[in-house]
């Protein structure tokens, strides 16, 4: 805003001295009293702007409550269950928009496709996909849930999950030693033993499959929907180790285009705004990976004038990024001038030590991959380094001589740490991971083998297909004549399963 001051052009200093006074980083001195030990930032939970309630108002770990449902069912743990109404809101805002996951669920309703299936799944517990288990739960399916993330659980869903009857084992700012006991306490049910998995990562995958390997044989199915976890099932497969047929949700279609693409390219800003307030136009900006993630991110940072620089090792993504307008940089060359660094990989410790010792004062680093591998984290749990929480997931790493590294979530997942997503992004993935669980449920003996499988393109299109009347969308019909001179089925198929769209 033009206050109508004209500032001269460069401060003007009496001397040396004051000029290297008022470039110094800021000191030790006068630090805020938010600044804790290195094992209490790692382990204190904070509620995020997604979230009703503040986690931090009660510090009893929910495995130490006792806590009951109106049906008097206590097979669930939970930070609050008095907060199911409000989760019970959230998610009749994010149904409404979820239209196609909702017409799935009324169209098949009456079959019951999922009756008998024992589903335990993994994912992040939030509004939209507390719509996803009340739909698996209405096509006939039993279900068990924990959350992938231990920062992203909203804790009214989950008490609104509890509440419905759903067994969920979830909260905001868990420890690793609580997210670990939440998916055990999923699994090692007395009397009900799991069919199908859901996974987001692929954590609960390896925990039945090292942990309990005579459940994991009897397992018909595993639909996983990240790149992370899609990696552990074709290591696993390559190995020989895979005794049950799996799902590659994360590249289908309709996650990898919709999901990974659109949905980053307005989340990333979101939760960046949420957590620093940051102003994009001019900052320089480099982002680790152009796959439809880092694809989606760099849209988004460019048109709010961010200058942004990419980071690849495929030289078709490098190639695509050069297209689009943006130079491709080895880390190490640019690090010392980047005001933010972006990792989205799947890969691990692609922002070392090294890296972060030679950022500028104020940088902001954060994640948007799945896992939190990408930043090399615990590298910054040393003795000479001093911690501050500022705000929620938000941490002040301090160098000796006072420079300031800005960690939000502690590497973990941006979006769904600090922020929200697109319900209708999400609708998207939700519906192909339903199906997704029907096709393999259902499939007869002998259709799917112990590999890793593509969702079928057909299904691809039917997920697409439903999510059109939100735009009043009309497709073109194909003529007799057209299709034949295509060699197409009027109905689809319409791509090739190699095609790239």
Not at 63 to 87: H, M, P, T, W, Y
Not at 97 to 117: C, N, T, V, Y
Not at 261 to 267: A, K
Not at 284 to 290: A, E, F, L, T, W
Request: charged share 25%.
């Amino acid at each position: 805003m033009n206050h109508g001051y004209d500032f001269p052009r460069q401060i003007q200093f009496a001397n040396q001295e004051e000029k290297q006074e008022f470039s110094k980083f800021p000191t030790k001195t006068g630090r805020r009293s938010l600044s804790r030990s290195i094992s209490q930032s790692s382990t204190d939970s904070y509620s995020s702007a997604a979230s009703y309630t503040d986690s931090s108002d009660d510090e009893t770990s929910p495995r130490e409550k006792s806590q009951l449902n109106s049906k008097g069912s206590s097979d669930f743990c939970v930070k609050n269950i008095k907060q199911a109404e409000f989760g019970r809101r959230e998610i009749e805002i994010a149904e409404q928009d979820m239209s196609a996951l909702i017409s799935l669920r009324k169209r098949a309703q009456g079959e019951k496709p999922l009756a008998g299936a024992k589903v335990v799944g993994c994912t992040h517990i939030t509004a939209q996909t507390a719509v996803l288990i009340e739909t698996l739960v209405a096509l006939g399916a039993q279900c068990r849930w924990t959350a992938c993330n231990i920062y992203s659980t909203q804790n009214e869903v989950a008490a609104a999950l509890a509440e419905s009857g759903v067994s969920v084992f979830a909260w905001k700012g868990e420890s690793e030693d609580d997210f670990w006991w939440c998916i055990d306490r999923c699994v090692n049910m007395e009397g009900w033993q799991a069919n199908m998995i859901l996974d987001d990562g692929g954590d609960l995958t390896h925990w039945v499959y090292k942990k309990y390997p005579s459940v994991f044989k009897k397992i018909r199915g595993i639909v996983e929907e990240s790149v992370t976890g899609v990696h552990r099932l074709y290591q696993l497969s390559k190995a020989g180790k895979l005794c049950v047929p799996a799902m590659n949700v994360n590249d289908s279609v309709t996650k990898q285009k919709f999901d990974n693409l659109y949905c980053c390219r307005e989340s990333i800003l979101d939760g960046l705004k949420r957590t620093t307030d940051v102003m994009f136009g001019g900052k320089q900006v480099v982002v680790c990976g152009y796959g439809e993630v880092g694809k989606g991110c760099c849209s988004a940072l460019k048109a709010l004038g961010a200058i942004v620089c990419v980071t690849e090792i495929d030289p078709i993504c490098a190639l695509q990024a050069c297209m689009d307008g943006f130079r491709v940089v080895k880390l190490n060359e640019v690090v010392r001038q980047m005001d933010m660094v972006i990792t989205c990989t799947g890969n691990k410790n692609v922002v070392t030590r090294e890296h972060l010792d030679r950022m500028k004062n104020g940088c902001i680093v954060c994640n948007m991959g799945h896992s939190n591998t990408e930043i090399d984290v615990a590298s910054l749990r040393t003795p000479e380094l001093t911690w501050e929480r500022v705000r929620s997931q938000v941490d002040h790493v301090i160098w000796p001589d006072g420079k300031r590294v800005i960690l939000l979530a502690e590497g973990r997942l941006l979006n769904l740490s600090c922020s929200t997503v697109p319900s209708f992004v999400l609708s998207i993935t939700a519906t192909t991971q339903a199906l997704a669980l029907i096709e393999l449920y259902n499939a007869p003996e002998g259709r799917y083998k112990q590999d890793v499988y593509l969702l079928p393109k057909k299904m691809d299109e039917y997920v697409a297909s439903l999510h059109l009347p939100n735009f009043d969308a009309h497709l073109t019909e194909l003529s007799d004549e057209q299709a034949k001179y295509m060699g197409l089925n009027k109905n689809g198929p319409f791509k090739p399963n190699y095609y790239r769209y």
